[in-house]
Antibody, heavy 121, light 112 residues
Framework: QVTLKESGPGILQPSQTLSLTCTFSGFSLSTYGMGVGWIRQPSGKGLEWLANIWWDDDKYYNPSLKNRLTISKDTSNNQAFLKITNVDTADTATYYC?????????????WGQGASVTVSS | DVVLTQTPPTLSATIGQSVSISCRSSQSLLDSDGDTYLNWLLQRPGQSPQLLIYSVSNLESGVPNRFSGSGSETDFTLKISGVEAEDLGVYYCMQATHAPLTFGSGTKLEIK
């Protein structure tokens, strides 16, 4: 069974750096074809893809936020991370991590429960 | 970026009714490898999204076969043949053909 769980600071101030952790089980990020993606959702709004990291350490970012994003992984501890620098109130959202699986392209086939992040002074 | 336009924004259905949701893309989603990377997800109230269909018409494991997907190039449809109470929530289409990956704005399914 694949499970993922996001963790983060909950609340932070503008201009700070947001650090998120995705702790997962049921798969390994050292296995061919596996990856973890980050997606966010402001309250009551739609989904925005942020970044992906793959088993071979390939990384992809949403260009609209690319200069602010850093994705990384710790394969031995089954974790993936996302950092967003210089946050603003517009970064207030629920942040999800999802497992990526290569199959006819790739899919996000398992999602975490989400971590709520509020940026406020 | 590819813009995915979903219609209708809201859908109200009775149990057992069949419904369809449209997703139109601002560009063809046919990849150079011949496949089309358009997926459908469902986000039930208070829950995280879940994958229903990938590559237009492939049912994800464990998803009931009352869900089906069709379409090509820029026009795609998700059909639910016989809505059940557990189907309420927001449906999103998502494309992975062109970077960056983008989502539609969602269609909210309500049960009458």
């Amino acid at each position: 069974q694949v499970t993922l769980k996001e963790s983060g600071p909950g609340i932070l101030q503008p201009s700070q750096t947001l650090s998120l952790t995705c702790t997962f089980s049921g798969f390994s990020l050292s296995t061919y074809g596996m990856g973890v993606g980050w997606i966010r959702q402001p309250s009551g709004k739609g989904l925005e893809w942020l970044a992906n990291i793959w088993w071979d350490d390939d990384k992809y970012y949403n260009p609209s936020l690319k200069n602010r994003l850093t994705i990384s992984k710790d394969t031995s501890n089954n974790q993936a991370f996302l950092k967003i620098t210089n946050v603003d109130t517009a970064d207030t959202a629920t942040y999800y991590c999802a497992r990526l699986r290569i199959t006819r392209g790739y899919v996000m086939d398992a999602w975490g429960q989400g971590a709520s992040v509020t940026v406020s002074s | 970026d590819v813009v995915l336009t979903q219609t209708p924004p809201t859908l109200s259905a009775t149990i057992g009714q069949s419904v369809s949701i449209s997703c139109r893309s601002s560009q063809s989603l046919l990849d150079s490898d011949g496949d089309t990377y358009l997926n459908w997800l469902l986000q039930r109230p208070g829950q995280s999204p879940q994958l229903l269909i990938y590559s237009v018409s492939n049912l994800e494991s464990g998803v009931p076969n009352r869900f089906s997907g069709s379409g090509s190039e820029t026009d795609f449809t998700l059909k639910i043949s016989g809505v059940e109470a557990e189907d309420l929530g927001v449906y999103y289409c998502m494309q992975a053909t062109h970077a960056p990956l983008t989502f539609g704005s969602g269609t909210k399914l309500e049960i009458k």
